[in-house]
T-cell receptor
Framework: DAMVIQNPRYQVTQFGKPVTLSCSQT?????MYWYQQKSSQAPKLLFH???????NEADTPDNFQSRRPNTSFCFLDIRSPGLGDAAMYLC??????????????FGAGSRLTVL | GENVEQHPSTLSVQEGDSAVIKCTYS??????FPWYKQELGKRPQLIID?????GEKKDQRIAVTLNKTAKHFSLHITETQPEDSAVYFC????????????FGSGTRLSIRP
């Protein structure tokens, strides 16, 4: 089945120790997103790619970086995680484009714990 | 940039009654308004969406209305059932290559038996 797969599902790291979260998709969607969701809050957009074009939100900390080496994969790098970065990280995809195909398909999420 | 406000933050209704959740948006260029439902411990799932060329859309017990002039849109759930208990998020977006989708703050809906 076509889907969005995130790894790992659970990540525990120490304060300041870099982590990388991965997302892969078999939908051949043009757009890939990274959202941060803290408990009882809305998903907060960190950045997204339309194909290879990178779009960073103005309030996304520099501590967060992203890579999209090909259509299928996207990575979230957190260079020096702080306690405040503990959250669920949701990857999503959409077809994108002028036809307005903006329906998001979410992965199951990667829950990050920072000790 | 776009800002989406959502009210109320929590809503409790008797099973069988209706529930209404309201959102406002700031960017007049926004033309696509989806609603997502997130059950506890699960990923958000699209339940209904509306595009700016229509004022209302229905899907069984769920309906969404849009007022472009006032920049607000609402989710209506009729004949609520226990499985409707979840957090609901509205969102706004534009038809563009950037395809940026911004969520409202969410409404926790509880259905009382």
């Amino acid at each position: 089945d076509a889907m969005v797969i995130q790894n790992p599902r659970y990540q525990v790291t120490q304060f300041g120790k870099p982590v990388t979260l991965s997302c892969s998709q078999t939908l051949n969607h043009n757009v890939m997103y990274w959202y941060q969701q803290k408990s009882s809050q809305a998903p907060k957009l960190l950045f997204h790619y339309y194909d290879k074009d990178f779009n960073n939100e103005a309030d996304t900390p520099d501590n967060f970086q992203s890579r999209r080496p090909n259509t299928s994969f996207c990575f979230l790098d957190i260079r020096s995680p702080g306690l405040g970065d503990a959250a669920m990280y949701l990857c999503a995809t959409s077809r994108g484009g002028q036809t307005g195909a903006n329906v998001l398909t979410f992965g199951a999420g990667s829950r990050l714990t920072v000790l | 940039g776009e800002n989406v406000e959502q009210h109320p933050s929590t809503l409790s209704v008797q099973e069988g009654d209706s529930a209404v959740i309201k959102c406002t948006y700031s960017d007049s260029a926004s033309n696509y308004f989806p609603w997502y439902k997130q059950e506890l411990g699960k990923r958000p799932q699209l339940i209904i969406d509306i595009r700016s060329n229509v004022g209302e859309k229905k899907d069984q017990r769920i309906a969404v209305t849009l007022n472009k002039t006032a920049k607000h849109f609402s989710l209506h759930i009729t004949e609520t059932q226990p499985e409707d208990s979840a957090v609901y998020f509205c969102a706004a977006s534009t038809y563009s290559s950037a395809s940026k989708i911004i969520f409202g703050s969410g409404t926790r809906l509880s259905i009382r038996p």
